[in-house]
């Protein structure tokens, strides 16, 4: 009885599942890789035919299994296991294709299949415009007997105007040739999003590429190298990301930029020259663990810090009269508190920001010898009053007064610079709703009941301790 009753349950259940429109049931389908979209024909009868229509098609070679028995004699593009998948799954689909994304061995490029597949599909469906490419170096590669792997350098030699329909496109550990920019002939105004990540390109290729691209409205380039200098110039560009790379110079120049990502970005402080009116999100921090590989292998590139930005893309040093921060909204940035030219920057950068209404703060973990080091370095400066008294010594900004309404300080450690930090916006800050406090447990519990019983100049304000793990360690409203 009861096995009837689980059947009866699931029948149900699938069912359910059945009576969902197709277009749905495609777009759910759409999510999976193609080995996994082809398996759901199993699942009903009504769904055998529901992958040929989706819109978007993932083949990944690396989950594929391993190849057997291929044919000896190989013809273009079908190879290996994985060009033989695509040619019988292309041979099958009847879909509008809008997405394709391919992960593949390096081999796939020595033997000409990637060029193949892609021309292929940008040829036969005109209304793709997502094309997602990425070379698998990390996860073993299966070495059948019956072609070599040829040079182990992956390059990129794709034909002129190759992605001129495309709307993003995505591209992910390769090397970009002296012919690679002509693919991005005719992109113009049409390609909108481009993500670069551990790509190796020379000066004249990556500024070549984004020459040719000026409508795009998203750029990331994460982890790659070979280049010295970026010239960002593309006037419509609303997000950018840098990430992770090393470089002389970066000029940017996108009156219309509204978010800016800067991760451990290895550059000299002078290098970095900003040019913008409508920056709202602005993010930066400076992994130490990037800080360490820098000095490791002896890059020769200072880590662009947080208070590096704030003093050379800003007039606090007389080097930038224009102010980049009038606009910004939210600002998610790695500082120590504890150093007062930091603190200094921090404060200056407050006054200039008139419209700031999130400040997320993290406190980058300092060890005994950068502690230090610190300490005698010229990053501490002398102050004409105590160092404890120098946000009580601060005027007010019109931040504080009208627009801050959410503050977040990480890695709080109870020192005195932080604490002093928490009670100037506890005490002066107008609007403010809500202020989180994360560190570890033992410090919560020491500074928590201070920090609540200081007065408040908003009275919207309730604070959030949390400890590192994420639980609450007390709240007050």
Not at 71 to 84: D, E, M, N, V, W
Not at 293 to 306: D, E, F, N, V
Request: net charge negative.
């Amino acid at each position: 009885m009861r096995k009837e009753e689980d059947e009866t349950a699931l029948h149900a259940s699938s069912d359910r599942l059945s009576d969902l429109p197709n277009e749905l049931l495609t777009m759910v389908i759409s999510s999976l890789s193609v080995t996994e979209a082809v398996r759901t024909s199993t699942l009903a009868k009504s769904w055998q035919e529901l992958w040929r229509h989706v819109e978007h098609l993932e083949f990944d070679e690396t989950t594929m299994s391993r190849p057997s028995i291929l044919p000896a004699k190989r013809q273009i593009g079908t190879g290996s296991l994985y060009g033989t998948v695509i040619g019988v799954v292309f041979n099958s689909y009847v879909g509008d294709l809008t997405s394709v994304s391919f992960k593949h061995f390096p081999r796939s490029i020595a033997v000409g299949e990637l060029d193949f597949w892609v021309d292929f599909v940008l040829n036969k469906f005109k209304k793709i415009n997502s094309l997602r490419l990425e070379c698998e170096r990390l996860v073993p590669e299966p070495k059948p007997p019956f072609f070599s792997m040829g040079s182990k350098t992956v390059k990129l030699n794709f034909r002129p105007m190759n992605f001129s329909n495309l709307n993003s496109l995505e591209l992910t550990n390769y090397t970009m040739t002296m012919s690679t920019p002509e693919a991005f002939n005719g992109c113009g105004w049409k390609l909108k999003i481009l993500k670069l990540k551990n790509m190796r390109m020379s000066d004249d290729i990556i500024n070549g590429v984004l020459r040719k691209c000026l409508g795009l409205e998203s750029l990331s380039i994460v982890e790659s190298k070979g280049f010295k200098t970026l010239e960002i110039n593309n006037p419509w560009l609303k997000f950018l990301e840098l990430g992770w790379l090393i470089v002389n110079e970066v000029d940017l120049s996108v009156e219309r930029l509204e978010t800016l990502v800067v991760d451990s970005l290895m550059c000299p402080p002078k290098g970095l020259k900003i040019y913008t009116v409508n920056m709202r999100i602005f993010h930066v921090s400076c992994n130490s663990i990037a800080q360490r590989m820098r000095i490791q292998q002896s890059y020769g590139q200072p880590l662009l810090k947080t208070q590096d930005i704030f003093e050379y893309c800003s007039d606090l040093l007389g080097y930038n009269s224009f102010n980049i921060f009038q606009n910004i909204l939210i600002a998610s940035i790695d500082l120590d508190l504890n150093n007062i030219r930091e603190s200094m920057a921090l404060s200056y950068i407050l006054r200039l920001s008139l419209c700031l209404e999130t400040l997320e703060i993290t406190i980058p973990p300092v060890e005994e010898d950068e502690c230090s080091a610190a300490n005698n370095s010229y990053d501490n400066i002398c102050l004409p009053f105590p160092t404890s008294l120098f946000w009580e010594r601060n005027n007010l900004y019109n931040c504080m007064n009208h627009t801050l309404k959410f503050a977040t300080i990480k890695g709080f450690t109870g020192k005195e610079q932080e604490v002093k930090f928490i009670e100037h916006v506890i005490k002066n800050a107008t609007i403010i709703k809500k202020i989180t406090i994360i560190g570890d447990s033992a410090t919560i519990a020491k500074e928590a009941e201070a920090l609540l019983i200081l007065p408040r100049n908003s009275i919207y304000l309730s604070i959030v301790f949390k400890s590192e793990s994420n639980d609450v360690a007390q709240l007050t409203s």
